[in-house]
């Protein structure tokens, strides 16, 4: 590559002490290994990706802007969220109230209750996957339900302990 012929190796390494992150740091590593006689092919094994990959990494450099603007990607914002700041913050605290408080009948949130809350109060449409993850964010963590001592029985409690005096200690089929 002819345009790498005007960046020095000393200037490839002066960038690679002011870059953070790890693809600018593996696009200068792999512009220093070609100006110090490594092929696109070797390099693109070393970087288990394609020579293209690495002919776009070494191209990047033709600019001019500085080595460590030009290894690094521009910012990428994503997909817009459905819900408005100011709607995300009303269900944040919505969630970390109970529902029967929000004026729905149930005891627990769950990604279908909140999927039908968020249908329902801001007419949006959310995937179970996504429901979850806005528990998630909200701060909120998955907990199975247990039954304590407490609540069972405790005629049943005596006849497990009989039965698991039987078998040992050992899981048995029933």
């Known amino acids: ?8 190796v000393e200037e490839l390494h002066d960038a690679l002490d002011n870059v953070e992150g790890k693809k600018p740091t593996q ?14 092919t ?10 293209r990959t690495i002919h776009s990494w070494l191209k990047r450099l033709d600019t001019d802007e500085p080595l460590e603007q030009a290894v690094t990607d521009a910012h990428r914002s994503g997909r817009k969220r ?31 209750l909140v999927q ?3 249908d329902e109060t801001y007419d949006v449409e959310y995937s179970l996957p996504s ?9 909120l963590s998955y907990q199975k339900p247990r039954r304590t001592a407490a609540e069972s029985d405790g ?6 302990r009989e039965e698991f005096k ?4 050992r899981w048995t089929p029933q």
């Not at 590559?1 to 020095?8: A, G, K, R, T, V």
């Not at 696009?27 to 696109?40: D, E, H, M, S, W």
């Not at 459905?82 to 729905?104: N, R, T, Y």
């Not at 039987?166 to 200690?169: L, R, V």
């Open 131 to 139: 429901c979850r993850r806005l528990l998630k964010e909200a701060g």
């Open 1 to 8: 590559m002819d345009h790498l012929d005007e960046i020095s």
């Open 27 to 40: 696009r200068l590593l792999a512009a220093i290994a070609y100006k110090n006689g490594v092929t696109q």
């Open 116 to 118: 039908q809350y968020l």
């Open 42 to 51: 070797e390099l693109a094994g070393w970087h288990n990706t394609g020579r």
């Open 166 to 169: 039987k078998s040992g200690g």
């Open 82 to 112: 459905k819900l408005s700041e100011k709607e995300q913050q009303e269900f944040e605290e919505a969630v970390h109230e109970s529902p029967e408080e929000v004026g729905i009948d149930a005891s627990a949130w769950t990604p279908a």
């Open 155 to 160: 005629d049943e409690q005596e006849t497990f």
